[in-house]
């Protein structure tokens, strides 16, 4: 391929030396090569043109986009801003900065930037890039009204065209995922628990619902008690920005039926995400809530900020009224260091500041201390290898407060495990584990799930 487009090239020079713009059909030549999958000839071109121009912002965009597909990130990202401070509309570097925006995890921004480039023309590179930008958001339906227009021209980019029409094409079916785990549960305070859980999710475009039914047995030190959980909950994508959630459900325990439910808004804005919620949750997890029947209706706003390709920044904020006519106010933030971050495998480092206040204590069944503080780091590794998978989330800090009028401190320890097999293309299977010495008390629990798709 390289000869042949090196032939090419001889014969335009040969056929009209005296008017053959050589810095332009050098240009053409280096992209035909990378458009090829010669990504170094490319390269030595561009790279002989920039020097013969410092000025030429044509060759340094083309320069930066082959950077980038080669994965040399830092020297792609230095080169497109420098090519956008001169020329804010050049495509090649405008679609770098819109990866590199959806590396970072800032989506709103990297729509944006790929937005302009289309506002310029059908390219098929940024129409492919948004493409599978919306199906993580699961906005099915605008992947779908981009792909309408793309027509695969550039060699480079078909292997990618052929996977996205491939995913695309599976989403006008009506899918189905089902799920189902058992899990037993033990702490210090004499509460114990077996869960059955069965889930069912039906998704078409951008729309899902999800069925959830959990059969449970509780005992503490005093009683023992069965119950029924069913919920339905139905999630839609109305575009690339915004997503909402509706659900309903009840609670059956010794024939008496108690009802919860709620919705939540997430907006996609720049920098990450804000998330918005309301709820009314049942409370029964011993014989004194039972006894006292206590719902809590909470309202949460929760923010999730992308500060670059490394940091992350988790803010939640939380006010609860319960049916006891107590009030709560929760605020936490969480900022993450990611050391290690591939396609299949994160490991990071997350701190944790977390503060709760009630307005009152009840000695009703629920944890609810006056003015608690805890300081918590956590390791966080999800790793993925062939068909193995796990996840290590160990963590370890310092909390205190105060209830019935006296104090108490301790060291909080503790962590989430996971470790899972995938058995085929759609089924999978997965061993859990959760415990720690927090918030007043040890727990554990152990779990196993399997889920098919």
Same mark, same amino acid.
């Given at each position: 391929?390289?000869?042949?487009?090196?032939?090419?090239?001889?014969? #335009?020079?040969?056929?009209?030396?005296?008017?053959?713009?050589?810095?332009?059909?050098l240009?053409?030549?280096?992209?035909?090569?990378?458009?090829?999958?010669e990504?170094?000839?490319?390269?030595?071109?561009l790279?002989?043109?920039?020097n013969?121009?410092?000025?030429?912002?044509?060759?340094?965009?083309?320069?930066?986009?082959?950077?980038?597909?080669?994965?040399?990130?830092?020297?792609?990202?230095?080169?497109?801003?420098?090519?956008?401070?001169?020329?804010?509309?050049?495509?090649?570097?405008?679609?770098?900065?819109?990866?590199?925006?959806?590396?970072?995890?800032?989506?709103?921004?990297?729509?944006?930037?790929?937005?302009?480039?289309?506002?310029?023309?059908?390219?098929?590179?940024?129409?492919?890039?948004?493409?599978?930008?919306?199906?993580?958001?699961?906005?099915?339906?605008?992947?779908?009204?981009?792909?309408?227009?793309?027509?695969?021209?550039?060699?480079?980019?078909? #292997?990618?065209?052929?996977?996205?029409?491939?995913?695309?094409?599976?989403?006008?079916?009506?899918?189905?995922?089902?799920?189902?785990?058992y899990?037993?549960?033990?702490?210090?305070?004499?509460?114990?628990?077996?869960?059955?859980?069965?889930?069912?999710?039906?998704?078409?475009?951008?729309?899902?619902m999800?069925?959830?039914?959990?059969?449970?047995?509780?005992?503490?030190?005093?009683?023992?008690?069965?119950?029924?959980?069913?919920?339905?909950?139905?999630?839609?994508?109305?575009?690339?920005?915004?997503?909402?959630?509706?659900?309903?459900?009840?609670v059956?325990?010794?024939?008496?039926?108690?009802?919860?439910?709620?919705?939540?808004?997430?907006?996609?804005?720049?920098?990450g995400?804000?998330?918005?919620?309301?709820?009314?949750?049942?409370?029964?997890?011993?014989?004194?809530?039972?006894?006292?029947?206590?719902?809590?209706?909470?309202?949460?706003?929760?923010?999730?900020?992308?500060?670059?390709?490394?940091?992350?920044?988790?803010?939640?904020?939380?006010?609860?009224?319960?049916?006891?006519?107590?009030?709560?106010?929760?605020?936490?933030?969480?900022?993450?260091?990611?050391?290690?971050?591939k396609?299949?495998s994160?490991?990071?480092?997350?701190?944790?500041?977390?503060?709760?206040?009630?307005?009152? #204590?009840?000695?009703?069944?629920?944890?609810?201390?006056?003015?608690?503080?805890?300081?918590?780091?956590?390791?966080?590794h999800?790793i993925?290898?062939?068909?193995?998978?796990y996840?290590?989330?160990?963590?370890?800090?310092?909390?205190?407060?105060?209830?019935?009028?006296?104090?108490?401190?301790?060291?909080?320890?503790?962590?989430?495990?996971?470790?899972?097999?995938?058995?085929?293309?759609?089924?999978?299977?997965?061993?859990?584990?959760?415990?720690?010495?927090? #918030?007043?008390?040890?727990?554990?629990?152990?779990?196993?799930?399997?889920?098919?798709?």
């Open positions: 391929m390289v000869f042949a487009l090196l032939i090419f090239f001889v014969f #335009e020079v040969s056929s009209s030396p005296d008017s053959f713009d050589y810095d332009y059909s240009l053409e030549l280096a992209v035909k090569l990378y458009e090829e999958g990504f170094e000839s490319s390269e030595l071109i790279r002989t043109l920039i013969d121009d410092s000025q030429n912002l044509i060759a340094k965009g083309h320069l930066a986009k082959l950077l980038y597909i080669r994965g040399s990130i830092d020297e792609a990202a230095k080169l497109s801003s420098e090519v956008l401070k001169l020329d804010p509309d050049n495509p090649e570097a405008l679609w770098v900065k819109g990866n590199l925006f959806y590396l970072n995890g800032d989506y709103f921004q990297s729509i944006k930037t790929l937005d302009k480039i289309l506002k310029q023309g059908d390219y098929f590179d940024a129409q492919l890039s948004k493409s599978h930008l919306l199906l993580e958001l699961n906005d099915v339906r605008g992947a779908h009204k981009i792909f309408s227009k793309m027509v695969p021209s550039e060699p480079l980019y078909l #292997e990618n065209y052929y996977i996205l029409e491939s995913i695309l094409s599976d989403s006008k079916k009506f899918g189905f995922a089902l799920s189902g785990d899990s037993m549960y033990s702490d210090e305070i004499g509460i114990s628990s077996n869960r059955f859980n069965l889930r069912a999710d039906f998704y078409f475009s951008n729309a899902r999800q069925m959830d039914y959990t059969n449970m047995l509780i005992k503490d030190t005093s009683t023992q008690y069965s119950g029924n959980i069913l919920s339905l909950n139905f999630l839609y994508r109305l575009n690339a920005f915004i997503g909402i959630k509706a659900g309903r459900g009840i059956v325990l010794d024939n008496e039926y108690r009802y919860f439910g709620g919705g939540t808004g997430d907006i996609l804005i720049p920098g995400t804000l998330k918005l919620s309301f709820s009314r949750d049942v409370l029964f997890e011993n014989s004194e809530l039972m006894a006292n029947k206590i719902n809590v209706d909470r309202f949460r706003a929760g923010l999730n900020q992308k500060l670059s390709s490394v940091f992350e920044l988790n803010s939640v904020i939380e006010y609860r009224i319960y049916g006891d006519d107590n009030k709560a106010l929760e605020l936490s933030v969480s900022p993450i260091y990611y050391f290690y971050r396609p299949n994160i490991s990071g480092i997350e701190y944790r500041f977390k503060f709760m206040e009630y307005q009152r #204590e009840t000695s009703h069944g629920y944890f609810d201390p006056n003015q608690f503080v805890s300081h918590r780091i956590k390791l966080l999800d993925q290898k062939g068909c193995l998978f996840i290590a989330e160990p963590y370890l800090g310092f909390e205190y407060y105060t209830r019935s009028g006296f104090y108490y401190s301790a060291v909080s320890y503790g962590g989430y495990f996971s470790v899972g097999y995938k058995l085929s293309y759609n089924l999978l299977a997965e061993l859990n584990l959760d415990l720690g010495n927090s #918030e007043g008390y040890k727990y554990y629990q152990l779990g196993i799930r399997i889920g098919y798709r």
